[in-house]
């Protein structure tokens, strides 16, 4: 890993073509990540066409902006849900998950800061952080079985922690 990484600064410093960048990030996922698909990764990554898809800078900001635009709208679900049901254990569980949702929103803009800055080891730590919420909402729901032992935004959750896993990659890649 620490091999590929040096590889890639190498490369990058060459220059590489945005095909080989978006190929060796994602391939490292693949590679280092259980359950990586590599598919995704690469659509994701190739989403944006206006994004400079030769600066690792640049790339990092689009799964994290996906993520941001999704965790939010998570948010928006959950205050929905919430109003809706009257379960205690359920409500609960909801509460816990917007609380988590609200903690990686956050977390999640204070690191498009830091790599505006410039500050990757800092945006790495808050990606982590953040990366720990979607799992914290899903075991509410897992420990009672309340609401059928699944959250009503599992879907949500894999897909905004695969999008934080994208983002790491890139910017584990930079600092
Ligand atoms: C990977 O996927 C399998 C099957 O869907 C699942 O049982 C397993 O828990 C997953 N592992 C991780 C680390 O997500
Ligand atoms: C895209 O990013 C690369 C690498 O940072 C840089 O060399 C290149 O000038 C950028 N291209 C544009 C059009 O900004």
């Given amino acids: 890993m620490k091999l590929l990484i040096c590889m890639l600064l ?3 410093t060459i220059t ?7 190929g060796y990030a994602c391939s490292e996922g693949q ?3 259980p359950n ?4 995704f990764c690469v659509d994701v990554l190739r989403s944006d066409p206006k994004t400079n898809k030769s600066s690792l800078h640049d790339l990092s900001l689009v799964p994290l902006r996906l993520a941001i635009s999704k965790a939010t709208s998570t948010v928006s679900l959950l205050q929905t849900l919430l109003r809706k049901s009257s379960d205690p254990r359920v409500r609960g569980h909801l509460t816990n998950c917007l609380h988590q949702y609200s903690e990686m929103v ?3 803009i204070y690191s ?4 505006h800055s410039g500050d990757y080891f800092d945006a790495d730590l ?3 952080d953040a990366l720990n919420s979607p799992g914290r909402c899903e075991d509410g729901f897992r420990s009672d079985g309340g609401g059928g ?7 949500m959750n894999d897909e905004i922690s695969n999008l934080i896993v994208v983002c790491e990659l890139l910017v584990e890649d930079v600092h």
């Avoid at 590489?16 to 978006?22: G, Q, S, W």
């Avoid at 032992?149 to 879907?155: C, F, T, Y």
């Fill in 36 to 39: 990586f698909s590599y598919k």
């Fill in 149 to 155: 032992g699944v959250s009503p935004v599992k879907g």
């Fill in 126 to 128: 808050k990606l982590r």
């Fill in 16 to 22: 590489l073509t945005e095909a080989d960048l978006i």
């Fill in 106 to 108: 956050t977390e999640l």
């Fill in 112 to 115: 498009v800061e830091d790599i």
């Fill in 10 to 12: 190498l490369l990058t």
């Fill in 31 to 33: 590679a280092t990540t």
